[in-house]
């Protein structure tokens, strides 16, 4: 049972413009939410991240919107650049006990922003 | 360093043999994970360590995967007698915090890529 989905394979925009990457969660222990951003042969990398008490958090181009009752997350990448030409990872975590702790991803999205 | 270092970057198993990778975390941090990726899709969790201790191996295959941390010696994840299916890439992330909070998310390597042939 997948807990963290991202149902966007891929994203093709235009360099300037706005990304938008969705992500959807199932488990409402999930309290932490991350993105991350991964190129080929690399490792992911911490982009921003958003705590379950607010419903917005912003960093530089990079926005990150959480909608609890919906549990729903976005990140928004103004302006684009081809630099941010990468696979996006949602990952969650929560608290309550059990494994819950551990970050659980979701399948990403491959993004090109085309200059 | 400010970096997990991972090694080998690539290793490449007939199927039956033993397969080691290792994971040195950055200095300081208590936690230690391990990722599978299998075909680019999701990271599947493995095993995690607080310090030299399993703190959660429910991810783990129960027979042919093990793995320690060792003081003083980088992190160790073995597979005996691999097979395909075990072709990934595992990463391995380090963290201060055993639940990624503020700025305090995983750190992770840049993998081991796992072919078994």
């Known amino acids: 049972d997948q807990q963290v989905k991202q149902n966007s394979p891929s994203l093709s925009v235009q360099e300037g413009r706005i990304s938008i990457l969705n992500c959807d969660y199932t488990n409402s222990m999930f309290d932490y939410f991350l993105w991350y951003k991964k190129y080929p042969a690399e490792g992911p990398t911490f982009l921003i991240s958003?705590?379950?008490?607010?419903d917005k958090n912003e960093d530089g181009r990079f926005t990150v919107f959480l909608n609890k009752s919906a549990k729903h997350l976005s990140l928004h990448i103004v302006p684009s650049q081809p630099g941010d030409s990468a696979v996006y990872f949602c990952?969650?975590?929560?608290?309550?006990?059990?494994?819950?702790?551990?970050?659980?991803f979701g399948k990403g999205t491959l993004l090109t922003v085309n200059p | 360093g400010e970096e997990v270092a991972q090694t080998p970057k690539h290793l490449v198993r007939g199927e039956g043999q033993k397969a080691k990778l290792y994971c040195a975390p950055i200095k300081g941090h208590s936690y230690v994970f391990w990722y599978q990726q299998v075909l680019k899709n999701e990271f599947k969790f493995l095993i995690s360590f607080q310090n030299e201790n399993v703190f959660d191996e429910t991810g783990m295959p129960k027979e042919r995967f093990s793995a320690k941390c060792l003081p003083n010696s980088p992190c160790s994840l073995e597979i005996q007698a691999t097979k395909l299916e075990d072709s990934a890439v595992y990463f391995c992330a380090s963290s201060l915090l055993l639940a990624p909070r503020m700025v305090y998310g995983y750190t992770f390597g840049s993998g081991t890529r796992l072919t078994v042939v």
């Open positions: 958003i705590s379950s008490i607010k």
């Open positions: 990952a969650a975590s929560g608290s309550g006990g059990g494994s819950n702790y551990k970050l659980t």
